[in-house]
Nanobody, 123 residues
């Protein structure tokens, strides 16, 4: 019954911005640590950002200064604002719920995943 549905991806020019959304059902997102991961073609899944139950955040080095993770508790929705997009940001972006309290961006610490939303950045 737990479902995560991502949206907001698309094709943009380098330097542009996107806001990705992850709407959750079956549980309350504020009660769990939530994260964004991404996976480019032929690459391993990479942690992008994580937010804890109390609002602490951590970001992957590759998006430092360009990404902001947040949530809207009333809408039970997680967001990822991406600015100054680069071609290397091209990937499928996934929303995930952690198994336990964590600030780690390791995929084995997350047990529920959405289907992903594609981001493509052109130079």
């Amino acid at each position: 019954q737990v479902q995560l549905v991502e949206s907001g991806g698309g094709s943009v020019q380098a330097g542009g911005s996107l806001r990705l959304s992850c709407r959750a059902s079956g549980y309350t997102t504020s009660n769990y640590c939530m994260a964004w991961f991404r996976q480019g073609p032929g690459k391993e899944r990479e942690g992008v950002a994580v937010i804890t139950t109390e609002g602490r955040t951590r970001y992957g080095d590759s998006v430092k200064g360009r990404a902001t993770i947040s949530r809207d508790n009333a809408k039970n929705t997680l967001y990822l604002q991406m600015n100054s997009l680069k071609p290397e940001d091209t990937a499928m972006y996934y929303c995930a719920r952690a198994r336990w309290y964590t600030l780690a961006l390791n995929e084995n610490e997350y047990n529920f995943w959405g289907q992903g939303t594609q981001v493509t950045v052109s130079s």
